[in-house]
């Protein structure tokens, strides 16, 4: 679940101490216990109402793809407009020549045209749906809102991203179109996906170039999709019917897990001091080092950066830990992974608050959200976690 790493104290106040301080005479109580409870009680009827309408973007969602798989491909085949042999049986009248094409009969039906695949309503209800998040620094692209669906019967995949335009009108279109893929990045390179690659926390690991997708998402070779919520119910379906499926995680991948967290408990009495100044300066770090501005550094560039910011890392561990996130042999490894590597990461459930909260304040689908918006609106030294440690 990641280290937890918390904000430490050098006995003299901050710009930030100072704005907390400014603004607990309107956030720290509430006027009395009545307005109190008429204030939890708004937030849980909002919070519910977000929850069904998510529910219902997803069946939404669910139709749509059902629809694509199924008749698409019959309704809207252009030799449907080409063909003359599926109008011989609806000739014009006798000196008037055949009738034009608006007036001609392309119901269903009525179609001659064959659809490619064979696979049944039946057939692809056996799928399971999942919701992921591109992995990526650009705000707009990691709040887009994607899901996903593996269909065990042909092991392909397919992933479709809700997007609503205006108040009104929203659309569920085709993010990563229906095919069977393999993994780009890890131990299972090359492998095609199966059941056992869907869990919360999963990378999902694509080529940008096989693949329609936004310029921004394109400026690296491979896409990274989290997941961060699967239909548990379908999955527990799906393994009772799938003689194939298997549980076990490799060696590989737990030894892998273990250099990931005794690093991380190496760094951990250091960062629970600064944590938060030595992550955002790190980042800040690395963005002026990138001179190339494609996310990724060298080795040489990941010692400096440690040693600068007097965080000490075993050699023989940094060494392990490189050989686990340069898996290409490239040299280079994209600073985004170095630091969820050596820091550890939130969980999905909580970083699904945080990314909600910031997609409330990023109104306008910006990708970027002032610090004075944050500061003003969430201020945690008040909660009694926090307190607590």
Not at 32 to 59: G, M, P, Y
Not at 71 to 91: H, L
Not at 240 to 250: A, G, H
Request: hydrophobic share 35%; net charge positive.
């Amino acid at each position: 679940q990641g280290a937890q790493l918390g904000d430490g104290h050098n006995g003299g106040l901050t710009a930030l101490d100072e704005k907390a301080l400014l603004q607990q005479c309107y956030t720290s109580k509430p006027y009395n216990t009545q307005h109190s409870i008429r204030k939890s009680e708004a937030v849980v009827s909002f919070s519910l109402q977000e929850d069904v309408a998510a529910e219902r973007r997803k069946q939404a969602v669910v139709e749509q793809v059902m629809v694509d798989q199924l008749s698409r491909a019959v309704i809207s085949d252009p030799e449907q407009s080409m063909r003359a042999d599926a109008y011989k049986e609806a000739p014009g009248f006798p000196g008037l020549g055949t009738a034009p094409m608006c007036f001609r009969k392309r119901t269903l039906h009525e179609t001659k045209i064959r659809t490619k695949s064979g696979l049944t309503e039946n057939m692809l209800s056996n799928k399971l749906r999942f919701d992921s998040r591109i992995i990526s620094r650009n705000g707009r692209d990691a709040c887009r809102e994607l899901i996903g669906f593996f269909f065990a019967c042909d092991r392909s995949l397919t992933v479709y991203e809700f997007r609503q335009f205006g108040k009104n009108r929203t659309n569920a279109l085709p993010f990563i179109q229906k095919g069977v893929y393999q993994h780009q990045r890890g131990q299972k390179k090359g492998k095609s996906y199966d059941l056992s690659d869907f869990y919360i926390g999963a990378n999902l690991t694509f080529r940008s170039v096989d693949h329609n997708l936004p310029e921004s998402v394109k400026q690296k070779p491979v896409l990274t999709l989290r997941v961060i919520s699967i239909d548990e119910a379908a999955m527990d379906f799906l393994k009772m019917t799938s003689m194939e499926f298997k549980e076990e995680i490799s060696k590989q991948v737990a030894d892998d897990s273990k250099v990931f967290k005794k690093i991380q408990g190496v760094l951990r009495d250091t960062l629970s001091k600064r944590g938060v100044r030595v992550i955002t300066g790190l980042g800040k770090y690395f963005r002026h080092t990138d001179k190339n501005r494609n996310g990724f550094l060298s080795q040489a560039d990941f010692k400096e950066a440690l040693k600068v910011f007097h965080l000490e890392i075993p050699e023989e561990d940094f060494e392990s830990l490189w050989l686990i996130l340069d898996d290409n042999k490239s040299d280079k490894v994209d600073y985004g992974e170095f630091s969820r590597a050596v820091f550890g990461e939130m969980n999905e459930y909580r970083k699904a608050f945080v990314r909600k909260a910031y997609m409330k304040l990023d109104f306008n689908k910006t990708g970027s959200v002032p610090m004075v918006d944050i500061t003003k609106c969430y201020c945690a030294k008040k909660h009694p976690l926090v307190l607590a440690g």
